[in-house]
Nanobody, 126 residues
Framework: EVQLQASGGGLVQAGGSLRLSCSAS????????IGWFRQAPGKEREGVSS????????VYADSVKGRFTISSDNAKATVYLQMSRLKPEDTAVYYC???????????????????WGQGTLVTVSS
């Protein structure tokens, strides 16, 4: 059973930075995708960024391109989301998710992922 642990959320002023971590365990294959999603109050969950551990492909939502960077430390089975130039509209609960699937066009779709971690709250003050 895949287990995911997201951490690193907190309160930050607009323009600041945070780094989220997603530690994964329990997977049986080395080829998988880790995605970051977020859900703001009253809004639907949206895909933020994903990375394929097998080939390093990364995808970003347009709203975070140029500000967020996803990376992985395969030895630690941990995926990071470095968030810079944060805006109040980035405020949300951030979740990481796991999939054994493939196909970059699907990497920001929550239906593509089968295992989810608990969320970590990011609050950006103006």
């Amino acid at each position: 059973e895949v287990q995911l642990q997201a951490s690193g959320g907190g309160l930050v002023q607009a323009g600041g930075s945070l780094r989220l971590s997603c530690s994964a365990s329990g997977f049986t294959f080395d080829e998988y995708v880790i995605g970051w999603f977020r859900q703001a109050p009253g809004k639907e969950r949206e895909g933020v960024s994903s990375i394929s551990i097998s080939d390093g492909t990364t995808v970003y939502a347009d709203s975070v391109k140029g500000r967020f960077t996803i990376s992985s430390d395969n030895a630690k089975a941990t995926v990071y989301l470095q968030m810079s130039r944060l805006k109040p509209e980035d405020t949300a609960v951030y979740y990481c998710a796991h999939s054994y699937g493939s196909g970059a066009p699907f990497y920001l779709l929550d239906s593509f992922f089968t295992s989810w971690g608990q969320g970590t709250l990011v609050t950006v003050s103006s």
